[in-house]
């Protein structure tokens, strides 16, 4: 499971960290392009969320479909290695490919985990750390990297064809994990059988799948549960804010429409930022875990409101590095407490569809709008007052669910909830 969630997490960071450093490298792509095709990855990984919870719910196994989606991602990888694309036509569907399939290893891995905490010695918040340290590897081999060679972005997309394929070897040995929409037709087939062994296979079969299809995707279900609603809007507004900030952060600091520090020392920048999200994860660990799950979220949003300011602040890409402490506190206390919260405020046999419906907020929906808001913003404005109106929008946002939450908080108490 710590394998997995390595080289997850490597994936994901060539995925994120790369995509507007390489939309920037043509001549054709302005920085208003940037933020358009960004939120359209975006939400083309919000669409695709959902829709592989659900298939996942239903498979055999989550780990059948979690080697489909490895093997895609390779497959994807050379959409962005090989042609040279010289206009929208050809850049616009190979993003879709790829982000139709990159994110979701992550949010498969995270149920699997979860529904498996029973049968491994180790806390989530460590194991969850591995997902950080692979990312933390793959933005120091940019900088070994660039440091022999002249690393141009689309070479990055090599590191992400080799670690998704590495993730199905550990794929093999980590537990066997049924659907539990799958699992409850097999139980209700069974009880059904039990109940008339005298009617036939051929007409017995119309009367079980009905029953079988009410364990699947339940819209009303996501709708009518209050506590997982709260954390999805909580999800889109914050990450509304931050995926603004994401997008052009990575043009601004490495190529000449910003600091210019290279593709090197961006991955040696997200090298300590995300040790700095493993650090959090696993040493601080007893701290955070016992806090209420509201004032984790509170603390998260200032963190960013922080992080944002100093990308905003900072005089050259040393200064940057400042970024790296807050940076580990947003982003380690999410992993850390998100994945098991939902876990207990949605049924079984929706964890992966929970999952599914945050990441739609945390790597879909919120960022599709930040980055097209980005955009905007820099049809007037200078790259980073980005961060400015960004470290703005989420000291309001902050403050908003600081009363939300504090409502919700009284709720909990009346009701007997205590949050994992």
Not at 36 to 51: D, K
Not at 74 to 101: E, N
Not at 212 to 230: D, V
Request: charged share 10%; glycine share 8%.
């Amino acid at each position: 499971m710590a394998a997995m969630y390595g080289l997850n997490g490597g994936s994901q960071f060539i995925a994120a960290g790369v995509l507007a450093i390489f939309l920037g490298s043509h001549a054709f792509v302005n920085n208003t392009h940037v933020g358009l095709i960004v939120a359209f990855a975006s939400l083309v990984t919000a669409a695709a969320q959902p829709l592989w919870g659900v298939v996942a719910d239903h498979a055999s196994t989550k780990n059948k479909i979690l080697m489909i989606v490895h093997i895609g991602i390779a497959c994807a990888a050379w959409l962005f290695i090989l042609p040279r694309h010289a206009g929208f036509l050809t850049l616009i569907p190979a993003v879709f490919v790829i982000y139709s399939l990159v994110y979701i290893p992550m949010s498969l891995t995270d149920t699997i985990v979860v529904e498996n905490l029973h049968s491994v010695r180790l806390r989530y918040g460590v194991i969850r750390a591995f997902g950080s340290g692979g990312a933390a590897i793959a933005a120091f081999a940019l900088f070994v990297f660039d440091s022999f060679v002249d690393m141009r972005p689309q070479y990055t997309f090599i590191i992400l064809f080799c670690t998704t394929l590495l993730a199905l070897i550990p794929l093999r040995f980590i537990p066997r994990t049924v659907g539990h929409a799958h699992k409850e037709k097999e139980r209700v087939a069974h009880k059904e059988k039990e109940r008339a062994p005298a009617i036939p296979a051929a007409s017995a079969t119309p009367e079980i799948a009905p029953a079988a299809r009410r364990t699947g995707f339940n819209f009303s279900a996501i709708i009518q549960n209050k506590r997982l609603m709260l954390l999805l809007a909580y999800g889109f507004f914050t990450f509304v804010c931050i995926g603004c900030q994401n997008t052009y952060f990575s043009v601004y600091f490495a190529t000449d429409r910003g600091l210019n520090a290279g593709v090197g020392m961006y991955g040696l920048l997200f090298t300590v930022c995300i040790a700095a999200e493993a650090a959090v994860m696993s040493l601080g660990y007893k701290v955070y875990t016992r806090l209420n799950i509201y004032t984790v979220f509170t603390m998260i949003q200032l963190a960013a409101c922080i992080r944002s300011m100093i990308m905003y602040l900072a005089p050259n890409a040393a200064a940057m590095f400042i970024m790296a402490i807050f940076h580990g506190h947003v982003f380690g206390m999410l992993f850390l407490r998100v994945a098991p919260y939902i876990g207990s405020i949605v049924k079984d046999e929706m964890r992966a569809t929970g999952q599914a419906c945050w990441s739609v907020m945390f790597m879909g929906l919120g960022p599709v709008i930040g980055s097209a808001l980005g955009g905007l913003i820099t049809l007037r404005f200078d790259l980073p007052h980005v961060f400015l109106f960004s470290a703005i929008a989420l000291f309001v946002t902050a403050f908003v669910f600081f009363i939300l939450f504090r409502r919700q908080k009284a709720v909990d108490r009346k009701e007997g909830f205590i949050a994992v």
